[in-house]
């Protein structure tokens, strides 16, 4: 049995005069929209993998809000796979695609939903409470 990949990630909110938004990302190798997340770095904490991996995606610093969720899938080569996000206010840096990203931007929650495109993104999208 092959050994469970760990990766977190974020789904970071922002309020604009519309209302709520969130940041999607596109990665062009999958050619899928979803929340910007990454494999932990050999001893590294969950928590801060988050961080990273949101700002090596998109340029923007972000702080953790509270935590929101863990996914549980097989990857791409068929290994079991745990992504733990959590809620993310940007605090800094400057909103621009890097890695494997080739679009990070922000998009109304529901406008988010249509353009996810896996169903356990928008379960995460689900569970944010914007009352």
């Known amino acids: 049995m092959s050994e469970t990949v760990r990766a977190a990630g974020g789904l970071v909110v922002r309020e604009d005069a ?12 999958y050619d899928d929209w979803s929340f910007p997340k990454g494999k932990l770095e050999p001893g590294e904490r969950e928590e801060d993998a988050a961080i990273r991996e949101v700002e090596e995606e ?3 610093r972000c702080r953790l809000e509270r935590e929101l969720a863990t996914t549980r899938y097989r990857d791409g080569r068929g290994r079991p796979k745990t992504v ?3 809620i993310m206010a940007p605090e800094g840096g400057r909103l621009a695609p890097a890695n494997e990203i080739d679009v990070a931007r922000f998009v109304p929650v529901a406008e988010a939903h ?11 999208l689900d569970r944010l409470d914007f009352a």
């Open 18 to 29: 519309n209302g709520s938004e969130i940041l999607v990302v596109h990665r062009p190798a």
């Open 58 to 60: 998109t340029g923007l």
């Open 84 to 86: 733990r996000y959590w």
């Open 114 to 124: 249509d353009l996810l495109t896996y169903d356990r993104d928008r379960d995460l």
